[in-house]
């Protein structure tokens, strides 16, 4: 079992639609976690981070996380097609100082 | 600020050849880490270097191996290539490479390697 996983999609939603990512992870030891996106051919950037358990506003974009539940969510409201991409969640823990990112669930928004 | 700088941005090779990747990190970036992303394993990390010394290391066979120059300038090595190396390499950089800060990790376009 992955530690972290995500469905890869696709995703479609219409333009102004409110699109709604999900990530489950295994393991306890995550301390923080990410949201990237990734268009095609380059590489991830990131969009949120977050620590606690609760929500996290930038903008369109909303994060949750429930720690007791082992389980992250990516809201983006008001959705364009320049958010149409690959959006990957990740885990992070201090110790071996490394992310751990889910298989990423591919985005589609159509005008 | 010129990003983080991957080249070649593509490789074709074959079986048995080895390849080496390079990444130039943001100015200023002390760290620099490596994935490798297929479509079936996702993005998995390969090590991270920090000051010219392997900080950390995932769960890759020793044919995969890096350096990191002075300047901060990281090359990725692959020996013996198979098959299954063929993937988008990433390199990422960041400040001091500890996510804990709260520090962002800047990715490149990555190199895509094909083995024939």
């Known amino acids: 079992q992955k530690e972290v996983e995500q469905d890869p999609g696709p995703l479609s939603v219409p333009e102004g639609a409110i699109v709604s990512l999900n990530c489950t992870y295994s393991?306890?030891?995550?301390?923080?976690f990410m949201w990237y996106r990734q268009y095609s051919r380059k590489g991830p950037e990131l969009l949120m981070y977050?620590?606690?358990?609760g929500n996290k506003e930038d903008g369109r974009f909303t994060a949750q996380v429930d720690k007791s539940s082992k389980y992250i969510s990516l809201f983006i409201r008001d959705s364009q097609p320049s958010d149409s991409a690959t959006y990957l969640c990740?885990?992070?823990?201090?110790?071996?100082?490394?992310?751990?990112f889910g298989g990423g669930t591919r985005v589609l928004v159509k005008p | 600020k010129a990003g983080v700088t991957q080249t070649p941005r593509y490789l074709i090779k074959t079986r048995g050849q080895q390849v080496t990747l390079s990444c130039s990190p943001i100015?200023?970036?002390?760290?620099v880490s490596w994935y490798q992303q297929t479509p079936g394993q996702g993005l998995q990390f390969l090590f991270e270097?920090?000051?010219?010394?392997?900080?950390n290391k995932g769960n890759f066979p020793g044919r995969f191996s890096g350096r990191q120059f002075s300047n901060s300038r990281s090359e990725m090595n692959v020996s013996t290539l198979e098959l299954g190396d063929s993937a988008l390499y990433l390199c990422?950089?960041?400040?001091?490479?500890?996510?804990?800060?709260?520090?962002?990790?800047?990715f490149g376009s990555g190199t895509q390697l094909s083995v024939l």
């Open positions: 990422a950089s960041s400040l001091d490479g500890t996510v804990v800060s709260g520090e962002k990790l800047f």
């Open positions: 393991n306890s030891a995550f301390q923080y």
């Open positions: 977050t620590y606690s358990s």
């Open positions: 990740a885990g992070y823990k201090a110790a071996g100082n490394k992310l751990t």
């Open positions: 100015s200023g970036h002390r760290s």
């Open positions: 270097y920090f000051s010219e010394t392997q900080r």
